[in-house]
């Protein structure tokens, strides 16, 4: 049996000069297991392509009349694999505490993107890095996912900070 895709339609948020990223992540949250999402966007959002890549998903697009831009994300084979292993390391019981902490909130990129893997770049295999972000860095996840470098991150209750913490060298990638 197949699962009815979600349809997202982000073209007002996006009109209106808002950040649709946030309501995005979320109804790929809410997906139940093998669904998939039609996100309905003003322009190809080519970054997003590798972000839910990276949790499992494929993407097909379609130019539609008017400039618009249709893309259907659907679960790969990998996906509930890739699931599985966000869920089991969501937990944080085994990272240490943040050694270094960096606030970028008030920088522009991609300066808070090139301060994060400079630092990174200084510390430990294990060690944990803090900073605090005005938005998801979604061009930042999957640098850290080249690197090797495990993240969680999410909105603090405030819904203005993005707090990603780093682990280096871990290799595995989740978010909370």
């Given at each position: 049996?197949?699962v009815?895709l979600?349809?997202?339609?982000?073209?007002?948020?996006?009109?209106?000069g808002?950040e649709p990223?946030?309501?995005?992540m979320?109804?790929v949250?809410s997906?139940v297991?093998g669904?998939g999402l039609?996100l309905?966007a003003?322009?190809k959002?080519?970054?997003l392509?590798?972000?839910?890549?990276?949790?499992?998903f494929?993407?097909?697009?379609?130019?539609l009349?008017?400039?618009d831009?249709?893309?259907?994300f659907?679960?790969?084979?990998?996906?509930a694999g890739?699931?599985?292993?966000?869920?089991?390391?969501?937990?944080g019981?085994?990272?240490?505490?943040p050694?270094?902490h960096?606030?970028?909130?008030?920088?522009d990129?991609?300066?808070p993107?090139?301060?994060?893997?400079?630092a990174?770049?200084e510390?430990?295999?294990?060690?944990?890095l803090s900073?605090l972000?005005?938005r998801?860095?979604?061009?930042?996840l999957?640098e850290?996912?080249k690197?090797?470098?495990?993240?969680?991150g999410?909105?603090e209750?405030?819904?203005?900070t993005?707090?990603?913490l780093v682990?280096i060298?871990?290799?595995?990638?989740?978010t909370v």
């Amino acid at each position: 049996m197949t699962v009815p895709l979600l349809e997202l339609d982000v073209r007002p948020i996006l009109r209106a000069g808002g950040e649709p990223f946030g309501q995005i992540m979320q109804a790929v949250a809410s997906l139940v297991p093998g669904q998939g999402l039609r996100l309905l966007a003003t322009f190809k959002p080519v970054p997003l392509f590798s972000v839910l890549g990276a949790k499992g998903f494929s993407h097909e697009v379609r130019e539609l009349v008017g400039g618009d831009w249709e893309v259907v994300f659907r679960p790969t084979d990998v996906a509930a694999g890739v699931a599985a292993s966000a869920t089991a390391a969501s937990d944080g019981s085994d990272w240490p505490d943040p050694l270094h902490h960096l606030d970028n909130r008030e920088l522009d990129p991609p300066e808070p993107m090139v301060r994060i893997l400079t630092a990174t770049e200084e510390m430990k295999t294990g060690e944990v890095l803090s900073a605090l972000l005005c938005r998801e860095p979604i061009f930042l996840l999957p640098e850290l996912a080249k690197r090797g470098h495990a993240w969680r991150g999410g909105f603090e209750p405030d819904g203005t900070t993005y707090k990603i913490l780093v682990r280096i060298g871990t290799g595995k990638q989740a978010t909370v």
